[in-house]
C-alpha cells in the first residue's frame, strides 16, 4: 500500500520532453510519400502522450495513420497499439544471458532489451514488455541495481529472482514497484516485493539457477497480490520521441551495416538486413534465437550508451552512473548519429535518459523495437562500427 501512495504523489510530476529537430534525415515511406511535403522540418507529437487513452495528443501532423479512440501510440515502440495496452505499466523482465541459459524465453515479444555487463563482465539482459500473453518468460536472473533505474525511466513494474547486496535497500524503497523470488537476503534483510513461491516456477531440461521462468498469469497474480498500481502514473510521457506514420528517420554521421559494443565475453554483434530493414543480433558466435519461436532477433533501432562505471568492492560487482550523462550512438537503417545522452532530473530514477544530436536536439527514433548496449565508459574504445 505505501507504494500505491507514492505513486500518487509522483502523479503530478511529467517528465519534459525536447524538441524533435535533429540532424538526422526524417524521410517519407515509399508507399506514403503522395501527397507528403518534401522536406520535413520536424516531427511533433509522438512523446508528448501523457495519458493513454488521450487520444487527441496522439495526433501527429505528418501522421497518415487514424488513431481511434481504441488504439494509441505504444511508448516502447511508437507503433498503434490497443489503448487498453499502452495505458498499464511493462513489465521490466531480468533476463539469464549466461550462454549456459540461452535462448532465452519471450525475449523477442518485449519493445525494449536493455544490456549491461555485471561482474566478471558478463551481460545480462532486462527485457521490458508491453505484451507478454505467455506461459514461458526467462530464464529469469537476479537485479543489479543499475537495471532498477532503466526499468524507472520506463515507469516498469521490476522483475526478478535474487539480487546483488547493493539492491536491496533500493528494491526496498518508496516508489520502487518489484516483483521478488525471493524472501530474504542474509546480511540485508527482507524483500518488499517477494508475495509467494507460486510466481515463479523451474524446468528440468537446465540446471540451477539458469532454469527460473514466470508467465503472464503468474505476473498478474503478483501485482494484485502485492497492491501495485497497473496504469501508467498521470503525466507519463514515455521515453523516446518517435517518428510520425510514414516517415523513416536516417542518421547522417556515417554508415553502420555491423557494430559491436565491445563486451568481451558473449561478443556481441549486430548486423544490418537492408532487405528487411532492421539489425540481427549476434552472440556467442552465432544469430540470437528466441527459444518459443526459434526465430533470430532483430532490431529497428539499436543504442550504444557509454556511463562511468567503477567497481563496489573487490567481487567485481559494478556500479554504474545512469544519470550523469556522457556519449552515446544511435543505430537505425543502415546509419549511426553519434549522439550524447543526459538526463532531465539526475535525483530522479524515473527521470530518462535523452539522447542528443551535436546540435543539442532530441533525436528521433524510427518506430520498431529497440535494444540499449550499456558500455562502461572504460571499454567505450572497444566499440566497432563498420
Same mark, same amino acid.
Given at each position: 500500500?505505501? %507504494?500505491?501512495?507514492?505513486?500518487?504523489?509522483?502523479s503530478v510530476a511529467a517528465?519534459?520532453?525536447?524538441? +524533435?529537430?535533429?540532424?538526422?534525415?526524417?524521410?517519407?515511406?515509399?508507399?506514403?510519400? %503522395?501527397?507528403?511535403?518534401?522536406?520535413?522540418?520536424?516531427?511533433?507529437?509522438?512523446?508528448?502522450?501523457?495519458?493513454?487513452?488521450?487520444?487527441?495528443?496522439?495526433?501527429?501532423?505528418?501522421?497518415?495513420?487514424?488513431?481511434?479512440?481504441?488504439?494509441?501510440?505504444?511508448?516502447?515502440t511508437g507503433e498503434i497499439?490497443?489503448?487498453?495496452?499502452?495505458? %498499464?505499466?511493462?513489465?521490466?523482465?531480468?533476463?539469464?544471458? @549466461?550462454?549456459?541459459?540461452?535462448?532465452?524465453?519471450? *525475449?523477442?515479444?518485449?519493445?525494449?532489451?536493455?544490456?549491461?555487463?555485471?561482474?566478471?563482465?558478463?551481460?545480462?539482459?532486462?527485457? *521490458?514488455?508491453?505484451?507478454?500473453?505467455?506461459?514461458? @518468460?526467462?530464464?529469469?536472473?537476479?537485479?543489479?541495481?543499475?537495471?532498477?533505474?532503466?526499468?524507472?525511466?520506463?515507469?516498469?513494474?521490476?522483475?526478478?529472482?535474487?539480487?546483488?547486496?547493493?539492491?536491496?535497500?533500493?528494491?526496498?524503497?518508496?516508489?520502487?514497484?518489484?516483483?521478488?523470488?525471493?524472501?530474504?537476503?542474509?546480511?540485508?534483510?527482507?524483500?518488499?516485493?517477494?508475495?509467494?513461491?507460486? *510466481?515463479?516456477?523451474?524446468?528440468?531440461?537446465?540446471?540451477?539457477?539458469?532454469?527460473?521462468?514466470?508467465? !503472464?498469469?503468474?505476473?498478474?497474480?503478483?501485482?494484485?497480490?502485492?497492491?501495485?498500481?497497473?496504469?501508467? +502514473?498521470? $503525466?507519463?510521457? $514515455?521515453?523516446?520521441?518517435?517518428?510520425?506514420?510514414?516517415?523513416?528517420?536516417?542518421?547522417?554521421?556515417?554508415?553502420?551495416?555491423?557494430?559491436?559494443? $565491445? !563486451?568481451?565475453?558473449?561478443?556481441?554483434?549486430?548486423?544490418?538486413?537492408?532487405?528487411?530493414?532492421?539489425? !540481427?543480433?549476434?552472440?556467442?558466435?552465432?544469430?540470437?534465437?528466441?527459444?518459443?519461436?526459434?526465430?533470430?532477433?532483430?532490431?529497428?533501432?539499436?543504442?550504444?550508451?557509454?556511463?562511468?562505471?567503477?567497481?563496489?568492492?573487490?567481487?567485481?560487482?559494478? %556500479?554504474?552512473?545512469?544519470?550523469?550523462?556522457?556519449?552515446?550512438?544511435?543505430?537505425?537503417?543502415?546509419?549511426?548519429?553519434?549522439?550524447?545522452?543526459?538526463?532531465?532530473?539526475?535525483?530522479?530514477?524515473?527521470?530518462?535518459?535523452?539522447?542528443?544530436?551535436?546540435?543539442?536536439?532530441?533525436?528521433?527514433?524510427?518506430?520498431?523495437?529497440?535494444?540499449?548496449?550499456? @558500455?562502461?565508459?572504460?571499454?567505450?574504445?572497444?566499440?566497432? *562500427?563498420?
Open positions: 500500500m505505501k %507504494k500505491l501512495i507514492v505513486a500518487a504523489l509522483l517528465i519534459g520532453v525536447s524538441g +524533435y529537430a535533429s540532424s538526422a534525415q526524417i524521410q517519407p515511406n515509399e508507399v506514403t510519400a %503522395k501527397g507528403m511535403a518534401e522536406d520535413l522540418i520536424s516531427v511533433t507529437g509522438t512523446q508528448q502522450e501523457a495519458d493513454a487513452q488521450d487520444t487527441a495528443a496522439e495526433t501527429q501532423a505528418a501522421d497518415t495513420t487514424a488513431v481511434s479512440a481504441e488504439t494509441t501510440r505504444s511508448t516502447l497499439v490497443d489503448a487498453e495496452v499502452a495505458s %498499464k505499466r511493462p513489465m521490466a523482465i531480468m533476463l539469464n544471458n @549466461i550462454v549456459d541459459a540461452c535462448p532465452q524465453a519471450g *525475449i523477442a515479444q518485449a519493445g525494449v532489451v536493455y544490456e549491461a555487463p555485471v561482474e566478471g563482465l558478463l551481460t545480462r539482459l532486462m527485457g *521490458i514488455f508491453e505484451t507478454y500473453d505467455l506461459d514461458k @518468460i526467462g530464464s529469469v536472473r537476479s537485479c543489479r541495481d543499475y537495471f532498477i533505474d532503466f526499468a524507472q525511466e520506463f515507469d516498469a513494474i521490476y522483475v526478478h529472482y535474487g539480487q546483488a547486496v547493493y539492491a536491496v535497500d533500493k528494491l526496498n524503497a518508496p516508489g520502487i514497484d518489484n516483483i521478488s523470488g525471493l524472501q530474504y537476503q542474509e546480511g540485508a534483510g527482507s524483500l518488499d516485493g517477494y508475495c509467494g513461491e507460486d *510466481i515463479f516456477y523451474r524446468t528440468t531440461d537446465r540446471v540451477a539457477p539458469h532454469n527460473c521462468y514466470t508467465s !503472464y498469469d503468474q505476473l498478474q497474480t503478483a501485482i494484485d497480490r502485492l497492491e501495485y498500481n497497473k496504469l501508467h +502514473y498521470a $503525466g507519463f510521457s $514515455g521515453h523516446y520521441q518517435f517518428a510520425a506514420d510514414g516517415q523513416t528517420v536516417v542518421p547522417t554521421t556515417g554508415s553502420a551495416t555491423k557494430m559491436s559494443p $565491445g !563486451y568481451p565475453v558473449n561478443q556481441p554483434w549486430f548486423e544490418y538486413n537492408a532487405e528487411e530493414g532492421v539489425y !540481427y543480433r549476434y552472440q556467442y558466435g552465432s544469430a540470437q534465437i528466441d527459444e518459443l519461436t526459434g526465430e533470430a532477433l532483430a532490431y529497428d533501432n539499436v543504442i550504444f550508451q557509454v556511463c562511468y562505471c567503477e567497481n563496489y568492492d573487490d567481487h567485481g560487482y559494478l %556500479k554504474f552512473d545512469t544519470k550523469s550523462g556522457g556519449d552515446a550512438y544511435y543505430f537505425t537503417k543502415g546509419a549511426y548519429q553519434k549522439c550524447t545522452w543526459s538526463t532531465d532530473e539526475p535525483e530522479k530514477y524515473s527521470s530518462p535518459a535523452r539522447y542528443y544530436d551535436e546540435n543539442g536536439n532530441e533525436i528521433t527514433l524510427n518506430q520498431g523495437k529497440t535494444w540499449v548496449c550499456i @558500455i562502461r565508459e572504460a571499454g567505450a574504445s572497444d566499440i566497432t *562500427i563498420e
